[in-house]
């Protein structure tokens, strides 16, 4: 019963029913009440009550699901943005200091299942790429100067799956240039050498 309730199918059969009932019921009751004043008037009252309680219940339900649909993509976007945000940090503070331990390697496997609960199938793809290159960069526990380099490119073209995971709709529907984006992304990247 739920089930149709969500569905609003309950109620909508509930409303056919009241109006074709209805129709039946007024048909009857104006040929018995036409002798009685007022009758027919409080037939109608009532009738027009129940279908508007009917419809009135029927749109709060479809607008109590849509606000509740609309605070799970909030909440998850939220997450996502989180957890992207926090392997970002990790790789500031591992390049900064120029040493991989293994609390950061641990740190990082634990944000890669992380990854794993919110990101889209191309920031798992591109997320792959960017491990490899992280796991050839460090693979010595120093970050050289050439090493944040390679970590800052991958993680730039890391940055621009993510984006597109946060954003992308919006940035479509804005009818900006995803392309022009994206090489500003990898273009900043470069510029910040170390």
């Known amino acids: 019963m739920n089930k149709w309730y969500k569905n ?10 009241v109006f074709v009932g209805g129709y039946f019921f007024l048909r009857l009751a104006y040929h018995i009440s036409d002798k009685m004043p ?15 309680v ?12 849509v606000e509740l ?14 957890t992207y945000q926090k392997i970002i940090d ?14 950061d390697k641990n740190r990082l496997i634990f944000n890669t299942h992380r990854v794993a609960l919110v990101a889209s199938v191309s920031v798992l793809n591109e997320y792959q790429q960017f491990l490899e290159a992280f ?7 120093v970050v050289s100067v050439e090493d944040a380099n390679h970590l800052n490119e991958a993680l730039a073209r890391l940055t621009i799956y993510i ?9 479509t529907q804005s009818g900006l240039d995803i392309e022009k984006i994206n090489r500003q992304i990898l273009s900043n990247a470069t510029i910040t050498k170390y």
């Not at 199918?9 to 029913?17: E, G, Q």
């Not at 990790?90 to 609390?103: A, F, G, N, S, W």
């Open 8 to 17: 609003n199918t309950l109620l909508m059969i509930l409303s056919v029913f």
């Open 38 to 52: 007022f009758t027919q008037e409080i037939i109608l009252i009532v009738l027009g009550t129940l279908a508007t």
């Open 54 to 65: 009917l419809i009135t219940a029927m749109l709060l339900n479809k607008q109590t699901e």
């Open 69 to 82: 649909q609309k605070e799970q993509s909030i909440k998850f976007l939220e997450l996502k943005s989180e």
């Open 90 to 103: 990790l790789m500031e503070e591992i390049v900064e200091k120029r040493v991989v331990t293994k609390e």
């Open 135 to 141: 796991n050839k960069e460090t693979k010595d526990g």
């Open 163 to 171: 984006r597109k995971d946060l954003v992308g709709e919006l940035d």
